[in-house]
């Protein structure tokens, strides 16, 4: 910007001069003229007469002078406007350096951002392929640590057929109240049923089937209670022996084997230990009778010891699923539970018996 000032000041002292050495020679021309007029003035022809030549000589010459004065006056008009437009192209060349110098000033800012960006994006990038190079590590650890571990698998070849029965007999059971749960849903859409977080028992709340402090089930739960029979009763004889066992590999293909199905009451803690024991146990016992009394096969069916797999237990207050201290955990506790115990054997050797016993091709007494 210093330099484009000092070339403008140049090119303006340069035409100033131009138009001044103009303006010196249009007022020389001037004098010239009014010293011939002047002279002429002064010429009486009684005195002395001018020859016709000499006076179309100056005549001649005044003649080119005035138009060589208006040619100049002409010119400098003409340079006049040129200078003007000069002058007007040069402001708007400088204010277009100076827009240029500051998109250049704004361009260098803008690199500069970019620079630090880059220089941020390329230490982010550097954590991250420290960081990939710590998991592809880390990678190649566990693929050794899980080649390790199949090699040690392999070599183990089989899993303890134990282990194998009672998980597989837990699965069982899990789905058996599966079943019972949603058939039960289908009929009574309100019954409030669960599976216990052990996935080992069906907790039906107390307050649907008892009325508080009741032991008798409420007439119109009787359905309930009858329904819940006759499921268990379709349910169990894949699963039991005795008169009513009608094993199938499709329904069992694991051979599992039902312990017992124990009905469980339980209260809340409202009233003394004692009496909550003998309200729990009432309820267990009128459920026990009612299905019974609506299944009759449900005494057929038998575990591994020739006894009967449906049993009852009154625990009263001793096993909450819920907080007593509020009316909504008091109402969760007052129920009854429908829990079924798989069968454990103690050795390969009784899991054989057991399958055969299940297929009907052993008979008598289990070995305790």
Same mark, same amino acid.
Do not use: W
């Given at each position: 910007?210093?330099?484009?000032?000092?070339?403008?000041?140049?090119?303006?002292?340069?035409?100033?001069? $131009?138009?001044?050495?103009?303006?010196? %020679?249009?007022?020389?021309?001037?004098?010239?003229?009014?010293?011939?007029? $002047?002279?002429?003035?002064?010429?009486?022809?009684? /005195?002395?007469?001018?020859?016709?030549?000499?006076?179309?000589?100056?005549?001649?010459?005044?003649?080119?002078?005035?138009?060589?004065?208006?040619?100049?006056?002409?010119?400098?008009?003409?340079?006049?406007?040129?200078?003007?437009?000069?002058?007007?192209?040069?402001?708007?060349?400088?204010? =277009?350096?100076?827009?240029?110098?500051?998109?250049?000033?704004?361009?260098? !800012? @803008?690199?500069?951002?970019?620079?630090?960006?880059?220089?941020? #994006?390329? #230490?982010?990038?550097?954590?991250?392929?420290?960081?990939?190079?710590?998991?592809? %590590?880390?990678?190649?650890?566990?693929?050794?640590?899980?080649?390790?571990?199949? /090699?040690?698998?392999?070599?183990?070849?089989?899993?303890?057929?134990? /282990?194998?029965?009672?998980?597989?007999?837990?699965?069982?059971?899990?789905?058996?109240?599966?079943?019972?749960?949603?058939?039960? &849903?289908?009929?009574?859409?309100?019954?409030?049923?669960?599976?216990?977080?052990?996935?080992?028992?069906?907790?039906?709340?107390?307050?649907?089937? $008892?009325?508080?402090?009741?032991?008798?089930?409420?007439?119109? &739960?009787?359905?309930?209670?009858?329904?819940?029979?006759?499921?268990?009763?379709?349910?169990? +004889?894949?699963?039991?022996?005795?008169?009513?066992?009608?094993?199938?590999?499709?329904?069992? +293909? %694991?051979?599992?084997?039902? /312990?017992?199905?124990?009905?469980?009451?339980?209260?809340?803690?409202?009233?003394?230990? @004692?009496?909550?024991?003998?309200?729990?146990?009432?309820?267990?016992?009128?459920? $026990?009778?009612?299905?019974?009394?609506?299944?009759?096969?449900?005494?057929?069916?038998?575990?591994?010891? !020739?006894?009967?797999?449906?049993?009852?237990?009154?625990?009263?207050?001793?096993?909450?699923? @819920?907080?007593?201290?509020?009316? @909504?955990? =008091?109402?969760?506790?007052?129920?009854?539970?429908?829990?079924?115990?798989?069968?454990?054997?103690?050795?390969?050797?009784?899991?054989?018996?057991? =399958?055969? !016993?299940?297929?009907?091709?052993?008979?008598?007494?289990? %070995?305790?």
């Amino acid at each position: 910007m210093r330099g484009s000032g000092r070339r403008r000041s140049e090119e303006e002292e340069g035409e100033s001069v $131009f138009v001044s050495m103009t303006d010196m %020679t249009v007022s020389f021309l001037f004098i010239v003229m009014i010293l011939l007029a $002047f002279f002429a003035t002064q010429v009486r022809p009684s /005195e002395q007469v001018v020859p016709q030549s000499i006076h179309d000589l100056v005549v001649r010459e005044r003649d080119d002078l005035r138009q060589r004065v208006t040619d100049l006056t002409a010119e400098r008009s003409r340079l006049t406007e040129a200078l003007a437009q000069a002058r007007s192209a040069l402001a708007a060349a400088e204010a =277009r350096i100076s827009a240029l110098d500051r998109a250049l000033s704004a361009a260098h !800012r @803008e690199i500069d951002a970019l620079k630090a960006a880059l220089n941020e #994006a390329e #230490a982010a990038r550097d954590r991250l392929v420290q960081k990939v190079t710590a998991l592809e %590590t880390e990678v190649e650890r566990l693929k050794a640590e899980n080649a390790r571990l199949q /090699e040690r698998l392999r070599r183990l070849d089989v899993r303890d057929p134990l /282990e194998v029965y009672i998980a597989s007999a837990a699965e069982r059971r899990r789905q058996i109240l599966k079943d019972l749960q949603t058939a039960l &849903k289908a009929d009574f859409p309100e019954l409030e049923v669960e599976i216990s977080a052990q996935g080992d028992a069906l907790r039906f709340r107390g307050d649907g089937i $008892f009325r508080t402090g009741s032991s008798a089930i409420r007439a119109d &739960k009787q359905l309930i209670i009858q329904s819940i029979a006759e499921k268990l009763d379709a349910l169990l +004889p894949c699963y039991t022996l005795g008169e009513a066992s009608a094993f199938a590999d499709a329904c069992n +293909p %694991t051979f599992a084997l039902i /312990e017992a199905v124990q009905i469980e009451g339980h209260t809340d803690s409202t009233g003394s230990r @004692e009496e909550n024991v003998r309200l729990s146990a009432q309820r267990g016992a009128e459920t $026990f009778i009612a299905m019974t009394r609506h299944a009759a096969r449900l005494i057929l069916h038998e575990n591994h010891n !020739r006894q009967p797999v449906l049993s009852l237990a009154g625990y009263g207050q001793e096993r909450p699923v @819920e907080d007593n201290a509020t009316p @909504e955990g =008091r109402s969760q506790n007052r129920r009854i539970d429908l829990r079924i115990i798989m069968l454990s054997p103690r050795s390969a050797d009784q899991i054989a018996e057991i =399958r055969g !016993r299940l297929q009907g091709a052993i008979d008598g007494a289990s %070995t305790p």
